[in-house]
Each structure stands twice: as C-alpha cells, then as structure tokens.
C-alpha cells in the first residue's frame, strides 16, 4: 500500500540551527501538508500546499517557517532558526484530488532542539 | 467546520466491540465525518469516513444517525494494539486547495486483556 515517507525520523538540533524536514507524498498526490505535536498536545495544523504554492498557513507557521517542492517527488519543511519550542513531532501528509478523498499521515519525524 | 465532542477515554475489553461516540450537532449537509486513530504518537491513521450512510471496512464500522448529529465507530472485536487515542472529525469533502482536518483531543481507547 502506498505510503507518506519522512525522514529523518529523530533529529537533534541546536537551538538557532537550520533544519530541513523532508517527505515524499504518495506519488498520485496533489495536496500536501506539515502538521506538528508538541508532546502531550494535540495534532495541530500547519500549512497545507498545491499546485506549488501554499493554501493555507496557521499562525504558527510564522517566518521562520518555510515549504519548498524541489522536485516532483519530495515535499520539505525548512525551520530556519529553530527554538527550544520548535521540539515536536513533525507530520507530512498528501491527499488525491477529488471530493471525501482522504487525507494520509507519515509516521512523522521528532525534532528535538537543545 | 463543526466541532466535535467525545468521551475523553473508554476501556474496552480484548475480543470484545469497541464503540466510541461522537457529537457534531452542528454538522451541515455536505460535511464528511472522519475518524483517524494515533497509535503513541506515529501518525494519525485513516480508519473510515461517511457521509450519511453507514459505511464498513476492514478496520471498523461507521454507524452516523439518521439526523446526522452524532456517529458511533465500531471496532468488532478490540485487540491490544487497537489501544490508541481515536480522533473524530468533521470536515467537508476535500475538493478545494484549503481543504485540511482539524484535530480535537480525541478518545483514549485501552484495550485491556
């Protein structure tokens, strides 16, 4: 069955450190997201993207926050100065188009900043 | 999209249904509901959507009331690596480029031996 990738599934980062977050969508997908979850907190939406721009961003995705598709296959997450409240777990997630598609999770990528 | 109300926790026993409700009493004609699972912290995991009718996979049952203000998840016969917070959304179908799914606090199922 096909499936959201993400790598790295952990990584560690300096605070104030550059981190890129990578995915690979399902391949036939043409809606992509970021979600992230802050330990013992909700899934909590980021930024969603299609037809290589972004649709919709949350207040959290702020400036330092960035999407990029570099090719037709990855989809990544750049934090460009992390903070100690960037620590999460990172979800990429793609969706076909059509309508009542659903939407499909990888099996996310922690981040940890220290 | 309409907000959702479940139970914060339920026990199930292993072998035996699972039912976990769900309130969307404001739900509107052409919302879908969703119910995704999160096994400790892996990615939310598709399990089943409907519209109005009733709807049956491989993982569950989607029993949605007939006034479409709540719906029940049937997991037949629970095992313990069903023990997961279960997450019900109403969204409508995703035919636009804003289309995205809003998380609650979901349900902890335990599934106990």
């Known amino acids: 069955e096909p499936e959201v990738t993400q790598t790295p599934s952990h990584q560690v980062t300096q605070m104030g450190q550059e981190v890129i977050l990578r995915c690979v969508p399902i391949?036939?997908?043409?809606?992509f997201y970021w979600y992230r979850q802050i330990l013992g907190q909700k899934v909590e939406f980021l930024v969603s993207f299609y037809n290589n721009e972004i649709s919709e961003k949350s207040e959290i995705f702020d400036d330092q926050f960035s999407v990029e598709r570099p090719d037709g296959s990855n989809f990544t997450l750049k934090i460009r100065s992390t903070k100690l409240e960037d620590s999460a777990m990172y979800f990429c997630?793609?969706?076909?188009?059509?309508?009542?598609?659903?939407?499909?999770f990888g099996e996310g990528s922690w981040l940890t900043v220290v | 999209d309409a907000k959702t109300t479940q139970p914060t926790s339920m026990d199930c026993a292993e072998g035996r249904a699972a039912n976990l409700p769900c309130n969307h009493s404001t739900i509107s004609g052409n919302e879908y509901v969703y119910w995704y699972r999160q096994i400790h912290s892996q990615g939310p995991q598709y399990i089943i959507h409907?519209?109005?009718n009733n709807e049956t996979n491989e993982m569950a049952s989607l029993i949605i009331t007939e006034d479409r203000k709540s719906s029940t998840l049937i997991l037949p016969h629970a095992t313990l690596r069903d023990t997961a917070v279960y997450y019900c959304i109403v969204s409508f179908g995703g035919g636009g480029s804003n289309y995205k799914l809003t998380f609650g606090k979901g349900t902890l199922l335990t599934v106990n031996p």
């Open positions: 409907g519209l109005k």
């Open positions: 997630a793609s969706k076909p188009t059509g309508s009542g598609n659903t939407i499909y």
């Open positions: 391949s036939n997908h043409l809606y």
